[in-house]
């Protein structure tokens, strides 16, 4: 069973830049599509972005592009989330997430799309 834990959140004011990373232990992390989702008070769990085994498809949600980059480095079984230019609108729980199954090919996902998922870190985005 493998294991995701996200670091690099925190507390940031408008228009500042975050790195969020999703480390991946106890399974094959090159078999795994990943994504980002994540979810604010009172909100439900929404899309980031999300990127294909290879790394060389990468979705996002509309309201982040331009702004927010994924990478994946499958030599050290992480996968990142550049966070620039960030809106107080970003504030959230950020989720890593990952599955064996999923096949990345530019569009958004649901949650339900994903069977792994880490325990969240928390970006705050003052104006």
């Known amino acids: 069973q493998e294991s995701l834990v996200e670091s690099g959140g925190g507390s940031v004011q408008a228009g500042g830049s975050l790195r969020l990373s999703c480390a991946v232990s106890g399974g094959r992390f090159s078999s795994y599509a990943m994504g980002w989702f994540r979810q604010a008070p009172g909100k439900e769990r929404e899309f980031v972005s999300a990127?294909?085994?290879?790394?060389?498809?990468?979705t996002y949600r509309d309201s982040v592009k331009g702004r927010f980059t994924m990478s994946r480095d499958n030599a050290k079984n992480t996968a990142n989330l550049q966070m620039n230019n960030l809106k107080p609108e970003d504030t959230a729980v950020y989720y890593c997430?990952?599955?064996?199954?999923?096949?990345?090919?530019?569009?958004?996902?649901?949650?339900?799309?994903?069977?792994?998922w880490g325990q969240g870190t928390q970006v705050t985005v003052s104006s």
């Open positions: 990127i294909s085994r290879s790394g060389k498809t990468i």
């Open positions: 997430a990952a599955d064996s199954r999923l096949v990345v090919i530019g569009s958004e996902y649901e949650p339900i799309d994903f069977a792994s």
